[in-house]
């Protein structure tokens, strides 16, 4: 089942798409339409629905935030479609050349997406007729991943920084350290709106994002105390009373798991400490 909706916040047009194999999607992606400018291009398992729900915008560019799949599924259609420009950061043009495998876990939800050689990178401002965007890098998630900030408007396009004030499960490789990081520099702008790409704030959205802020420093330093201790991944897990998702796990071949946010954390220590 495929289920589309959408939302029209000032000038910015959210529409939201979720699949799932049985019933209602669980899980959703918000792709974004302002002034000519598409944000993203979704999963390809909505791809149908996503093409028909833009077939009418006037789109004349679009602006990738990162290389996952969620993201990604379907650039060559709709640049084929509108016969525009794609953009995206250099480290995001670099990986979509030839993208990383997915777990059955994403293929399943989200679906893939092919290469693509053709995302024109750029680093620091995205023009429309009406607006200008700052280009943020927000490495954590994943180290292409940008924002776009409108300082006018307040507006932030923030991509998978947000999702939610707390965190499920990481994948493999992402660094904590670094989302932290990423979250305290966006923090430091004056934004009211936040158009995240699976949980949008069009209210308090600096509050909530102070939130994820408070549980993933609280995490990170929870971890530390004890892999100072000498704690094992396996040791700290117990000790903090984490409970995996043994069914996401299995299906993502451990790509997908509560013990990769304890990874994390004890990588991004070993690195730097």
Known sequence: MVITESLKHQEVLGLKFGYAP???????????????????????????????????????????????????????????????????????????????????????????????????????TLKTNKHHFQIIPIPGHSPDMVALYEPQQKWLFSADLFINSYIGYFLEGESMRDQIESTKRILELDFDIMFCAHNPQLTDAKSSLKRKMDFLESFFEQVATLHNKGYSDRQIFKSLKLKEDHFVKFLSGGQLSKINMVRSVVSDIERKP
């Open 22 to 124: 049985i019933g209602r999607p669980q899980l959703w992606v918000y792709i974004y339409f302002i002034d000519g400018l598409l944000i993203d291009t979704g999963q390809r398992r909505a791809s149908k629905q996503i093409l028909e729900n833009t077939e009418n915008l006037a789109v004349d560019q679009i602006f990738i935030t990162h290389h996952h799949e969620d993201h990604t599924g379907n650039i060559r259609a709709m640049q084929e479609k509108h016969s525009c420009e794609v953009f995206g950061s250099e480290k995001c043009s670099q990986i979509m050349k030839n993208p990383p495998g997915i777990s059955t876990a994403q293929w399943l939800v989200w679906g893939n997406r092919d290469a693509y050689d053709h995302i024109q990178p750029i680093s620091e």
